[in-house]
Every structure is written in C-alpha cells, then in structure tokens.
C-alpha cells in the first residue's frame, strides 16, 4: 500500500507467508479459521521540501526493511461447490504495525 499528504509520500511493500487452522466441523457452511505467519516491509519514505527563492527545491528520502509478526482471524462461506467467499481480519505486530481487513472469493479447479 502506499500513502501520499501533500508533498510527502509512505509506502509498504510486504511479502509473507502464513498458516491458518480451520474451527469446528469441517463440513459446515460457515467454517471460522485462526492463524499466523511472519511477513517481510519493504518501507519507504519520501519527501520534498520546497526552502524558498534561495535555495530551491529539496528532497529526502528513507527506507527500511522490517519483519512482522502477522496474527489472522476470518471465516470461511461456502456459497457453492466450486466457490467459497472468505473474510479475514490481519494485524501485523512489530515496527510496521497495521491492521487489514480483507474480502475474496476461493476457487475450487478440478472438481
């Protein structure tokens, strides 16, 4: 994801992996999972200043590479035999810090 305000601008590239245990019956319709993983930021910062007539334009720039801890709680809809919807909530300790909710559609092939 990235961020810009202004003349400033924050940006997080993250590759993880993660595991997740399935709760309760594994037939049932609405299946909950919890689970965990570790994730790698690839965070960068940059920003530009603008210091006048006499000295112009000025810009900066920071990166950072930081290792998270990632902590997922979700479910698991099965609409049909070919397609469940699954829903999940991430929070990621550590220096990049940040909670994601996210939403989609798995796709059963070969059935």
Known sequence: WSKSEGA???????IGAAVSF????????????????LSLHFLK??????L?????RTSASATSTELGIDLRGGAKYGMNEQVDLVGEAIY??????QLAF??????????
């Open 92 to 97: 990621t300790l550590g220096d990049a810090e």
């Open 8 to 14: 400033a601008s924050l940006r997080d590239f993250s």
């Open 45 to 50: 910062v940059e920003s530009e200043i603008d």
């Open 22 to 37: 399935a709760l309760g019956e594994s037939d049932a319709q609405v299946q909950p999972f919890v689970g965990g993983g």
């Open 52 to 56: 006048g007539d006499l000295f112009g």
């Open 102 to 111: 996210k939403i989609g559609a798995l796709f059963k092939l070969g059935q």
